[in-house]
């Protein structure tokens, strides 16, 4: 849409229709008021504007213009049939025109120029847009490199810790072995076993987020009972953390349909978060109920040192850690969001119940049978 600005409406007619019959949609203005009015509420891709006006000259609004940082760009086209002289064009080119034609004009030189003008117009927005992506892009590259940075030294660190207890119980369980300490080199070897098991759960999460991240953390359904479930993984627990006691509540004797190692994963992962963030705590409660529609409800209780209500939401996202837990206990923030990919992928929801000082009950739910097809015996 073209503006054309003049304070003779006999002039206005004659361009507008000049400007239709090129196939130009036209809009009109009297005054350079009304002018301004129009230019801030509709976005013209061109102005042309009558320099000889009452009230507020071409010039006059071509300034005001050019305060508007939103409109500033749009091409000015000033006509004018009195002031011919070269102090009153400079005057128009420093008040922001793109060309000043005196009239009477040639139509087809105006046609010729609107179109250059318009075309140049519509290229620089498009650059510029183009030019607003790309320093986006380039700061979210940055961001993106950064974080990766940051997140391979916590990743390195977390793998060098248990990697050097490994290292240095080996040495012991050598050194005891060679000296005939037969009962201290079997203790060694036992925190070596709970060192590797450390590392292949961090090496674990490293790689289903990698697979979470390319849609290919693939569930394997099989049916198996979850009494029998829970109770393994309790024991899986018990091996890793034998002085910690884990009192079951609650009792579902269902045949589930879900992928059992997964959901282990997922148990595993909450029980030793209560463990880990409870350091003072005895015991852990794992309570499991049967839900209308079909579901089931695990929940892992603790009295630990419980999480804030304001950091609950974002404790399932990647890489978040309270700063709480930042300060005094290790890990890389990815357990708990690969849990939360797990249930999803289970038809599930997750949460978490909270209150600091007191403890945490992180839960999770799922159907009894997590997919749509359910094969017979
Ligand atoms: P990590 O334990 O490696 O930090 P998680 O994803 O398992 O990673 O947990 C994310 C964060 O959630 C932890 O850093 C901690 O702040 C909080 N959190 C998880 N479980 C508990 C818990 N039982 N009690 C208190 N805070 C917890």
Not at 36 to 56: C, H, S, Y
Not at 91 to 102: H, I, M, Q
Not at 149 to 156: N, P, R, V
Not at 312 to 324: G, H, N, S, T
Request: hydrophobic share 40%; charged share 25%; net charge negative.
């Amino acid at each position: 849409m073209i503006l054309v600005v003049d304070d003779k409406s006999e002039n206005l007619i004659t361009l507008q229709k000049t400007l239709k019959s090129r196939g130009f949609e036209t809009e009109t203005a009297l005054s350079g008021e009304e002018a301004l009015k129009k230019i801030i509420q509709t976005e013209f891709k061109l102005i042309i504007l009558d320099v000889q006006m009452p009230g507020m000259d071409g010039f006059e609004v071509a300034e005001a213009i050019g305060g508007f940082s939103k409109i500033k760009d749009i091409p000015i086209i000033f006509l004018s049939a009195v002031n011919v002289n070269k102090e009153f064009i400079t005057k128009g080119y420093a008040a922001g025109a793109r060309d000043y034609l005196v009239k009477p004009f040639d139509i087809d030189i105006l046609i010729l120029k609107i179109k250059t003008f318009i075309r140049l117009h519509q290229q620089t927005i498009e650059l510029s847009r183009m030019q607003e992506t790309l320093l986006e892009e380039i700061e979210q590259r940055k961001l993106a490199e950064s974080k990766k940075d940051e997140f391979i030294s916590i990743a390195s660190h977390e793998l060098n810790t248990p990697l050097t207890s490994l290292k240095g119980y080996l040495q012991l369980a050598e050194r005891t072995l060679k000296s005939g300490d037969f009962e201290k080199s079997g203790v060694y070897l036992a925190q070596t076993k709970s060192q590797s098991d450390k590392l292949h759960r961090l090496v674990g999460d490293l790689l289903d987020s990698t697979k979470i991240q390319a849609g290919r953390l693939n569930l394997v359904y099989s049916r198996f009972d979850f009494e029998s479930f829970l109770q393994s993984t309790i024991d899986i627990i018990h091996q890793s953390y034998p002085g910690r006691k884990i009192a079951k509540l609650g009792l579902v004797e269902q045949q589930v349909y879900a992928d059992q190692v997964r959901l282990e994963q997922v148990l595993i992962n909450y029980l030793t978060n209560a463990i880990k963030y409870a350091p003072d705590a005895d015991q852990v409660f794992l309570e499991v109920n049967l839900l209308s529609g079909s579901r089931i409800e695990v929940r892992v209780k603790d009295q630990g040192m419980g999480i804030p209500i304001d950091k609950q939401a974002r404790l399932f996202d990647k890489f978040y850690r309270a700063e709480e837990a930042l300060n005094h206990f290790q890990g890389l923030g990815m357990g708990l969001y690969i849990c939360a990919e797990i249930v999803k992928q289970h038809h599930g929801e997750y949460g978490v119940e909270s209150e600091p000082g007191k403890g945490s009950s992180f839960y999770f739910r799922i159907p009894i049978n997590c997919t749509e097809y359910i094969p017979f015996e």
